[in-house]
């Protein structure tokens, strides 16, 4: 999926704080994956973002209840 679908339905400051968040998360990645080169270790891998991804999830859940 390319940035600009995830774009499609914001205007104005909204369309700006999303392209700015997709920035960030971008460089956090490569970041993250330079890291996991430079020391191997699996920060950034797909493994490990799905991992987070439900960790989050399960946290968000958690404070639901």
Do not use: F, Q
Not at 40 to 57: T, V
Request: net charge negative; with cysteine; glycine share 8%.
């Amino acid at each position: 999926m390319t940035a600009d679908k995830l774009w499609i339905g914001y205007k104005g400051s909204d369309a700006e704080l999303v392209r700015g968040m997709t920035l960030a998360a971008t460089v956090l990645r490569k970041s993250l994956l330079e890291h996991a080169e430079r020391i191997g270790c699996p920060c950034g891998s797909e493994e490990w973002l799905a991992e987070r991804l439900l960790d989050a999830n399960l946290h968000d859940e958690n404070e639901e209840s």
